[in-house]
């Protein structure tokens, strides 16, 4: 799907929409860990955009729920999403230029982001991965890369 949209853009200035994985699954604060849990094991991701209503209030990843609660022998059975979300989520608007969104991971020191419309509304997710495999960015992707993992582990 994103290589036809890439077709049609005439290979000229990419943007979020063009790379991005559309309508991800989500989670919202109330939900249960175990819940975002199994949104990651069925979409093979590592990352659950938690939402109010299709506002991003923070994203959930499977590092957050091994660092913040497996390793700390929390119990997840009753756990909320909102006990190990991170809050502090940067997200980019679909029209954001590639190069731009490379900036912001570079610099946030983070892999994945969240795509919003104009309304501020969760449309989208992208990854360094998904810009590594969609675009001709390669030299840039590896400099993010570099840059991402120097920085300090996210916990």
């Known amino acids: 799907m994103a290589q036809e949209r890439n077709q049609k853009s005439g290979?000229?200035?990419?943007?979020?929409?063009?790379v991005m994985t559309p309508n991800p699954a989500t989670v919202s604060e109330k939900d249960s860990i175990r819940d975002?849990?199994?949104?990651?094991?069925?979409?093979d991701t590592g990352v659950v955009p938690v939402v109010d209503g299709r506002k991003v209030v923070g994203m959930v990843t499977d590092r957050d729920i091994v660092v913040?609660?497996?390793a700390e022998g929390k119990d997840l059975?009753?756990?909320k999403v909102n006990e190990c979300?991170?809050?502090?989520?940067?997200?980019v608007k679909e029209d954001t230029p590639i190069?731009?969104?490379?900036?912001?991971?570079?610099?946030?020191?983070?892999?994945?982001?969240?795509v919003v419309n104009s309304s501020d509304e969760l449309v989208?997710?992208?990854?360094?991965?998904?810009?590594?495999?969609?675009?001709?960015?390669?030299?840039?992707?590896?400099r993010t890369i570099e840059q991402i993992s120097q920085g300090p582990a996210n916990n």
Request: no cysteine; proline share 2%.
């Open 124 to 142: 989208g997710i992208v990854s360094i991965g998904d810009i590594s495999t969609e675009t001709n960015q390669d030299g840039k992707v590896g």
């Open 99 to 114: 190069t731009e969104v490379l900036s912001m991971m570079s610099s946030a020191q983070i892999r994945r982001v969240p």
């Open 11 to 18: 290979g000229g200035s990419r943007s979020a929409r063009d």
């Open 85 to 91: 979300m991170s809050k502090s989520v940067r997200s």
């Open 36 to 43: 975002a849990a199994r949104i990651m094991a069925s979409e």
């Open 77 to 79: 059975a009753s756990a």
């Open 68 to 70: 913040r609660f497996v």
